[in-house]
């Protein structure tokens, strides 16, 4: 992306590369890769060699776009959004490829008139899993949007050999396997080993004049790293833009240490490339507090060095200095994780370029925008001095400018406010001293912004209130969004067709268009057809849980699914105290009027929070009582699925009919799986946190299941005293569903195996499932009395379809776009 073209594209070669063709075209394609690049011929191609020369065959139809589209920004000297995470969660490419392109039929048709079946070709990609859930999806996302909104953008990652572990289950407990995503090869990307740079980690400082007489310092590391750049085009829809994903792999600057070899050291000389190579090793899998692993502020570090290398070379080619880096790069950090970028900037602009200190920060300030994700403070980012000091000497320093500048100003400010200077301090001075990521986030941007409304209110009002008073104009807020490429078109081309049927596919374009589909919910041949898709859908998924699980699903079961990452927060384990009330209700003589319903769970927990583990395991033991007690035979099921990551994702949303949000008031920073149902036509019910807040507004509170506590009453809950045991005391269904728990109904007997998790919520319940138990079963009940009227709920899932234009991640970039990087389309012609 705006590199100089290291052979320039040619007329001639744009022309060469293929076009859109037709189903004739596309067989002849396939049979040339398979042929040429795989050396193999149709009869005795393994499946992979088939979806390789699929793969190879699609990617063809992006490269001459990728040229045409690096070399008209490169022409054009246009500002270009630099988005810098360290997870991308990309889920497979050939699908969203192809749909992209707008040849998903035709090449689905071609590749059956060879012989093969399709499906399993798509389904033997491997997917790269470079994140832990909502953030990773998130960025995504917005690559697919950029694309499609002709941004010039460019994504900066790391390309992590292993990705986010696949999850087994034994005897009802996750088992972490490492995610060898790499093994079969990955056509998509293209490896640059020119495109390559040196990242410095340790050693020291020291000062010196320059020619001038100035003092200035150089940082001399201990030792060298070399990042070799993995590119991987984004194509986006139904247009000729290619932007590209950029990640980035550690290896050694030289394989061997030649002078231990030659003493016959052979394994001290391969143990420095080993440990070069860790940096980019592993995607650690925790998705809370990760603090103290070093390699993970190494992998931080690699990951801006590395971007920050290219952006400065790529402007250099054109511009004589870094005055005006500003202009040429929007960068967003998302989240801390990327927030070094702040003063490596500075480092190269001061220490590399020779800068003075306050033009500089001007630029590095000017050029870097901060999104943060989450109100947790467990989740808030810090490193100990001491471990910054020994990784990255010199940016300690610098930070430590950055903060005696601040609080200079802050001084001048608020005269005598110690508290405030504590408070606002980029190092938090308790034990050994602590750097606050967020702290030096917010100081070293122009923009910080939230995810949604809420979220970005509570930030300026809690974790953020101090800068927020110091700075309010720097805040604001971006609404999430998700791609309706992958997350509807791909995954529900059943309903998308029956949408584009009734209203034309404007609304492919721009999701706002599907408001149009308003007036068919009134129209009771559309809401039966409606019906009809989503019982197919349905039936998919049934097929696909029955071969996951061996459980054995209804289809005609109301779908009720909740699918995230395992956290108390989330409360799967509210979710769990309705079903074994619901258990609990029909074993009763008599039983009970609920409609039949297959609970469907899915996410994996991080491996040391333990937790989250016995809730996985609870979620199992559950599932093991209900689904053999013949009193429930066809009437209540629970499924949990292993293994969830985007691929898995994509059978579940068409699926559902119910969506789960129910983390408590002020814990989700906005959620995005709750678009993805809603989109799908699946109705939710969820609490007033993150995005459903105003998912419900775009709806309609009529089209809506809202249960649950306020962020005020939570907040007045906790100023009172919270005391879980009165609601179990008081309740009499949540107490027998404790007891069920406590008493080893769910494990053989055994009361130890979740006495942990028990007295958790008896004692401290820190998330308040207690607290909202009974509102949520009243809501549980409200929806088993909705789905009895099937016409009533078909047209409030063809409402939410519609009013859910909004959360297109088209949007939220048109919002970035406006409020934050100011940068302008670019078309790319044909
Ligand atoms: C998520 N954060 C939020 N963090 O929880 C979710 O509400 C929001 O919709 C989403 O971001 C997108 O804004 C999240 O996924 C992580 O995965 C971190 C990864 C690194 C370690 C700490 C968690």
Redesign the pocket.
């Known amino acids: 992306m705006l590199e100089k073209p290291q052979t320039p594209a040619s007329p001639a070669m744009a022309e060469r590369a293929p076009r859109e063709t037709d189903v004739e075209g596309w067989k002849r394609e396939f049979r040339e890769q398979l042929f040429y690049v795989l050396g193999r011929f149709p009869a005795t191609a393994t499946t992979n060699d088939k979806y390789l020369a699929l793969a190879y065959t699609v990617r063809n139809h992006l490269l001459g776009r990728w040229v045409k589209t690096s070399e008209s920004y490169y022409r054009k000297k246009v500002r270009t959004v630099a988005y810098l995470s360290a997870?991308f969660l990309l889920g497979p490419h050939l699908g969203n490829n192809l749909v992209n392109l707008g040849a998903y039929d035709t090449v689905k048709q071609a590749i059956e008139e060879l012989g093969f079946d399709f499906q399993t070709l798509v389904d033997q990609e491997l997917e790269p899993g470079l994140g832990?859930?909502?953030?990773?999806r998130?960025a995504a996302c917005y690559l697919d949007s950029l694309a499609t909104l002709q941004i010039p953008s460019i994504g900066h990652g790391i390309r992590y050999e292993f990705g986010m572990f696949e999850q087994q289950i034994r005897d009802g407990w996750q088992v972490e396997v490492a995610d060898k995503w790499l093994r079969l090869g990955n056509p998509w990307e293209i490896r640059r080993p020119e495109t390559a740079f040196n990242v410095g980690f340790g050693g020291h400082t020291e000062g010196y004049a320059d020619a001038s007489g100035r003092y200035r310092v150089r940082w001399v590391p201990a030792r060298l790293v070399r990042g070799v750049a993995h590119d991987t085009p984004i194509l986006g829809y139904r247009v000729n833009t290619t932007n590209m994903l950029r990640l980035w792999s550690a290896e050694a600057i030289d394989s061997f240490d030649l002078e231990s070899f030659n003493i016959g050291d052979y394994y001290g000389a391969v143990e420095k490339k080993v440990a070069s190579e860790t940096i980019s090793k592993v995607l650690y899998p925790?998705?809370?507090a990760?603090r103290g692993k070093q390699l993970r502020l190494e992998q931080q570090y690699f990951l801006v060095a590395c971007a920050l290398q290219d952006m400065v070379r790529i402007h250099l080619q054109t511009a004589p200095d870094l005055t005006r880096f500003h202009e040429k790069y929007a960068v967003q950090l998302n989240?801390t994780?990327p927030a070094l970028a702040i003063a490596e900037l500075m480092r190269i602009l001061v220490d590399e370029r020779g800068m003075h200190w306050v033009p500089a920060w001007d630029v590095t300030r000017q050029t870097m925008g901060y999104t943060n994700?989450?109100l947790l403070p467990e989740?808030l980012e810090k490193w100990s001095v001491s471990l910054f000091a020994s990784v990255l000497p010199r940016h300690l320093e610098i930070v430590q400018e950055i903060n005696r500048r601040f609080l200079e100003e802050i001084r001048v400010r608020y005269p005598g406010d110690d508290d405030r200077l504590r408070r606002l301090s980029l190092i938090e001075q308790t034990g050994e001293g602590w750097v606050r990521m967020a702290h030096l986030a917010c100081v070293g941007s122009h923009a910080i912004n939230g995810?949604a409304e809420i979220h970005s209110q509570l930030l300026k009002r809690d974790v953020l209130k101090d800068f927020s008073d110091l700075w309010p104009d720097k805040f604001h807020n971006v609404t999430?969004g998700v791609t309706p490429r992958r997350f509807l078109m791909l995954v529900n081309p059943a309903q998308a067709r029956l949408i584009t049927d009734a209203i034309g596919d404007f609304w492919t374009r721009d999701l706002e268009g599907l408001s149009a589909l308003e007036r068919m919910a009134d129209d009771p041949g559309f809401r039966a057809q409606w019906r009809a898709v989503k019982q197919k859908n349905r039936e998919a998924l049934a097929t696909e849980m029955h071969a996951k699980t061996g459980v054995v699903v209804d289809p005609d079961h109301m779908i009720d699914i909740q699918v995230k990452r395992i956290h108390e927060y989330k409360r799967q384990h509210l979710n769990l105290l309705h079903v074994i009330t619901l258990y609990h209700r029909l074993v009763r003589e008599g039983g009970c009027d609920a409609p039949p319903r297959t609970v469907v769970f899915a996410g994996k927990a991080a491996p040391g929070y333990t937790m989250a583990k016995r809730i996985i395991k609870l979620i199992h033991s559950v599932a093991e009582v209900v689904n053999n007690d013949r009193k429930t035979a066809g009437r209540l099921r629970v499924v949990f699925v292993p293994d969830y990551n985007v691929k898995h994702s994509q059978r579940m949303f068409p699926g559902a009919d119910l969506s789960e949000q129910i983390s408590l008031a002020g814990k989700?920073?906005?959620?995005?799986g709750n678009m993805k149902f809603a989109m799908n036509g699946a109705l939710t019910i969820g609490t007033l946190d993150?995005a459903n807040i105003e998912i419900r507004n775009a709806v309609g509170a009529d089209n809506f299941f809202l249960f649950g506590m306020t962020v005020d009453d939570v907040q007045r809950r906790i100023v009172q005293g919270y005391h879980p045991y009165d609601h179990y005391r008081a309740d009499e269904e949540l107490h027998a569903a404790i007891d069920a728990i406590a008493n080893g109904a769910f494990s053989h007997g055994d009361r130890e195996l979740f006495r942990p998790l028990v007295e958790n919520l008896l004692r401290a319940d820190p998330f308040m499932v207690l607290a909202d138990y009974r509102s949520y079963i009243a809501c549980q009940d409200e929806v088993g009395r909705a789905w009895r009227d099937a016409e009533h709920w078909t047209r409030t899932s063809i409402l939410n379809v519609a009013r859910m234009g909004r959360f297109s991640s088209d949007r939220s970039i048109r919002d970035y776009c406006r409020d934050i990087w100011h940068v302008e389309p670019v078309a790319i012609p044909d």
């Open positions: 997870e832990h859930g909502g953030l990773g998130l925790d998705d809370t990760l989240d994780h994700h989450t989740a995810v999430n989700e920073a906005s959620g995005t993150g």
